[in-house]
């Protein structure tokens, strides 16, 4: 069973770069979707973007211009930039592993982190 | 951009049947996936295109997808089924994105 995990830092200044890591343990990170999900206390899930083990990417269009993703299999490990931050973008942030069947969808997911936004 | 509706909240009685909808625009069309969280946790896939259930998800979680509406049907509800459950379907019309509902949270009486 795959596993993933969520790590980097919990505060980051507003204006700064958020930057996580997902570590994936128990299969191979190659071949596969992976996605960053984030979801803000309270509030419902909102899925930032994807990449596949190739380098391309998808990511959402409201977030377009302050993401980038990308994945070093050597390490298993995928990651996260969001550039430019402000409150708003304080939330639980999870990685998930994405499956194409007949849609995308995620079997896996990390057990989140929470990144909050402040000075 | 592609809108899920879901209604905010569901409350069950024990042993009864829970019907979480989900509304989009010809949603019948598209592939639904359905995820439960409880507090404190991950999210957890528990019915993946319209109707399929991952290895380990009780036979009494159940989907059916068609024109405008998906559900998910939860059979027997028990008290630990209580969660925040999210619909989602992957956008590909323009750009590829992930969509999720609304979140409905369900309570057991």
């Known amino acids: 069973q795959v596993q993933l995990q969520e790590s980097g830092p919990g505060l980051v200044k507003p204006s700064e770069t958020l930057s996580l890591t997902c570590t994936v343990s128990?299969?191979?990170?190659?071949?596969?979707?992976w996605s960053w999900i984030r979801q803000p206390a309270g509030k419902g899930l909102e899925w930032i973007g994807r990449l596949y083990t190739s380098g391309s990417t998808n990511y959402s269009p409201s977030l377009k211009s302050r993401v980038t993703m990308s994945v070093d299999t050597s390490r298993n490990q995928f990651s996260l930039r969001l550039s430019s931050v402000t409150a708003a973008d304080t939330a639980v942030y999870y990685c998930a592993r994405g499956l194409t069947g007949y849609g995308h969808y995620f079997d896996s997911w990390g057990q989140g982190i929470l990144v909050t936004v402040s000075s | 951009s592609y809108v899920l509706t879901q209604p905010p909240s569901v409350s069950v009685a024990p042993g009864q049947t829970a019907r979480i909808t989900c509304g989009g625009n010809?949603?019948?069309?598209?592939?639904v996936h359905w995820y439960q969280q409880k507090p404190g946790q991950a999210p957890v896939l528990v019915v993946y295109d319209d109707s399929d259930r991952p290895s380990g998800i009780p036979e009494r979680f159940s989907g059916s997808n068609s024109g405008n509406t998906a559900t998910l049907t939860i059979s027997r509800v028990e008290a630990g089924d209580e969660a925040d459950y999210y619909c989602q379907v992957w956008d590909s019309s323009s750009d590829h994105r992930g969509v999720f509902g609304t979140g409905t949270k369900v309570t057991v009486l």
């Open positions: 128990g299969g191979s990170i190659s071949s596969y979707y």
């Open positions: 010809n949603i019948g069309s598209e592939s």
